[in-house]
């Protein structure tokens, strides 16, 4: 217990902690290294002249450590996780529903596809939608929200189709 005391004392836990907070990326693994270093310190069966460099030492080779043990843990996976869809499917099906999206926009009215491409897509303000238009903004507002629920409905018919519900 003497020489943990004196070893904490001629190492300041200010210092190292903020030494550690270098090699670390959470602040919640500063604590365990620090603890883990004036563990490690206090085992050291020598004597230890310049103790904040070995603390500095020992606190680096314990997140070594860490990294090393994190890195194994993810090469235990000898095979990919199972899962439903790959990513590709994902893509292709993704590319699929931007494709109904752009066909069920082209048979809107024209001003409203146009309302609703200026808003969803080139992110314009209702207010310069409405000014660039000549409508007012409860008009635009109302072509978006009916834009949204024929997409909305269209979409809905076509995936219970497809579902042969």
Known sequence: MMKDAIL???????????????????ESDVEDVLHDTYLKMADAQQTIEEPTHYAHRVAKNIVHDMHRQQFRQHELLDEEPACDKSELDNVIE?????????????????????VFIRYRVQG??????????????????????????????????????????
């Open 8 to 26: 904490s004392a001629t190492v300041s836990s200010r210092s190292l902690r903020s030494y550690i907070r270098k090699l670390v990326s959470r």
């Open 94 to 114: 993704h590319s699929q529903r931007i494709e109904l999206y752009q066909r069920i926009v082209a048979r809107m009215p024209k001003v409203r596809r146009e």
């Open 124 to 165: 314009q303000t209702k207010a310069d939608i409405a000014k660039n238009l000549g409508l007012s903004t409860d008009s635009v507002d109302k072509h978006i929200t009916r834009a949204l629920t024929t997409l909305k409905g269209e979409m809905a018919l076509l995936i219970n189709e497809k579902e042969g519900k």
